[in-house]
């Protein structure tokens, strides 16, 4: 495997603010199953920066709907005292992975850190599996519903390819050899696990809350509505959500629609987006070293060692 750190090269946006179509021509030119990293990398820092964003976003959202994954959240209180640091921490640690590669220094630490707060806690292999499977499939839904472009099969393979190595660096066993294989796996555990509890409501409308301290006041009662009509109807039963009605959805997938046109030429992100140039709500002063992420009151303990068969 590749190192794909930030040394490949680093493209710059076309008079400061169209798209460069050589990151394009080179994701077309890589293979997936040896290049899967770097895919991954210009994806995520030059082609759909916003939508996967968005996407891991729901994908978190979307394993709230199983009342063991909701419960141990619940319990931890992170999400209702320390909400959006728990946001910034998990983002942050994702995208340094994703943006830099997992076989750089910074990739590196952030996987290991990430399994060390993980041991804290007696979490099933098939729960990690679950949310493993998310971080695949909904940037490949997304970007192919809402993003300026569809992804071609060779991406699709990437993200699918890149977040599989993800798993084994996490120790986790029994990880589906194929996309396919994995879209059953989710199905069969969607089944068994995904049911109404108050503990996935309570996480998912401390989740919303997070999202609604974005935004002016106003437009606050608009966030749970948004992220109701975003989600299928499996999970608003789980979560006890309404669907919006029609014209609400209507104008929510018009207003995506809207949005490819001019992104197809024009990009108001960073070229590439990293951790470093976004903005982080609870690190305004600057970044903290990636052993330093994570709740605080586990930072300075040793996690217990046990087995994830």
Same mark, same amino acid.
């Given at each position: 495997?590749?190192?794909?750190a930030?040394t490949a090269p680093?493209?710059?946006k076309? %008079?400061g603010?169209?798209?460069?179509?050589a990151?394009?021509?080179?994701?077309? /030119? &890589?293979?997936?199953q040896r290049?899967?990293q770097?895919m991954?990398?210009l994806?995520v820092?030059y082609?759909?920066?916003?939508?996967?964003?968005r996407?891991?976003e729901l994908a978190?959202?979307?394993?709230? +709907?199983s009342?063991?994954?909701?419960?141990?959240?619940?319990r931890t209180?992170?999400f @209702?005292?320390?909400? /959006?640091?728990?946001?910034?921490d998990t983002s =942050?640690l =994702? %995208?340094?992975f994703m943006?830099?590669?997992?076989?750089?220094?910074?990739?590196?630490?952030a =996987?290991?850190h990430?399994?060390?707060?993980?041991?804290f806690?007696?979490i099933?292999?098939?729960?990690?599996?679950?949310v493993?499977a998310?971080?695949?499939?909904?940037?490949?839904?997304?970007i192919n519903r809402?993003g300026?472009?569809k992804?071609?099969? %060779?991406?699709?393979? %990437?993200?699918?390819l890149f977040f599989r190595?993800?798993g /084994?660096?996490?120790?986790?066993?029994?990880?589906?050899?194929?996309?396919?294989?994995?879209? +059953?796996?989710?199905?069969?555990?969607e089944a068994?696990?995904?049911?109404? +509890?108050d503990s996935n409501?309570?996480? +998912?409308d401390s989740t919303? #809350?997070?999202?609604?301290g *974005?935004?002016?006041?106003?437009?606050?009662?608009?966030?749970k509505p948004?992220f109701s009509?975003l989600?299928?109807?499996?999970?608003?039963e789980?979560?006890?959500y /309404?669907k919006?009605?029609? *014209?609400?959805c209507?104008?929510?997938?018009?207003?995506?629609? &809207?949005r490819?046109g001019p &992104?197809r030429?024009?990009t108001? @992100?960073p070229?590439?987006?990293?951790v470093e140039?976004?903005?982080?709500?609870s690190?305004?002063?600057?970044?903290?070293a990636?052993?330093e992420?994570?709740p605080?009151?586990?930072?300075k303990?040793?996690? #217990?060692?046990?087995?994830? @068969?």
């Amino acid at each position: 495997m590749k190192n794909t750190a930030m040394t490949a090269p680093v493209y710059s946006k076309v %008079a400061g603010v169209f798209r460069n179509p050589a990151v394009r021509r080179e994701l077309q /030119q &890589l293979d997936p199953q040896r290049d899967y990293q770097r895919m991954v990398q210009l994806l995520v820092g030059y082609e759909f920066p916003f939508d996967i964003t968005r996407a891991l976003e729901l994908a978190l959202f979307h394993t709230y +709907a199983s009342p063991r994954t909701s419960a141990l959240l619940m319990r931890t209180g992170e999400f @209702e005292k320390h909400g /959006q640091k728990r946001y910034d921490d998990t983002s =942050i640690l =994702i %995208a340094w992975f994703m943006q830099y590669g997992l076989n750089t220094e910074t990739g590196l630490r952030a =996987i290991t850190h990430m399994n060390r707060i993980h041991g804290f806690y007696s979490i099933p292999n098939e729960d990690f599996l679950m949310v493993l499977a998310t971080f695949i499939f909904y940037p490949i839904n997304w970007i192919n519903r809402y993003g300026w472009r569809k992804l071609i099969p %060779a991406e699709e393979q %990437a993200f699918f390819l890149f977040f599989r190595e993800v798993g /084994q660096r996490m120790n986790l066993t029994a990880i589906p050899e194929t996309i396919d294989e994995l879209k +059953a796996f989710t199905e069969a555990y969607e089944a068994e696990h995904f049911r109404y +509890a108050d503990s996935n409501r309570h996480v +998912a409308d401390s989740t919303v #809350r997070i999202v609604q301290g *974005w935004v002016p006041k106003p437009l606050r009662p608009v966030v749970k509505p948004v992220f109701s009509a975003l989600i299928n109807d499996k999970l608003r039963e789980a979560f006890g959500y /309404q669907k919006p009605p029609a *014209w609400f959805c209507g104008l929510l997938e018009a207003s995506f629609r &809207l949005r490819k046109g001019p &992104l197809r030429w024009i990009t108001f @992100e960073p070229y590439p987006k990293l951790v470093e140039n976004t903005f982080h709500r609870s690190y305004k002063s600057g970044l903290p070293a990636v052993e330093e992420l994570g709740p605080s009151k586990l930072i300075k303990k040793e996690p #217990r060692l046990r087995s994830r @068969e």
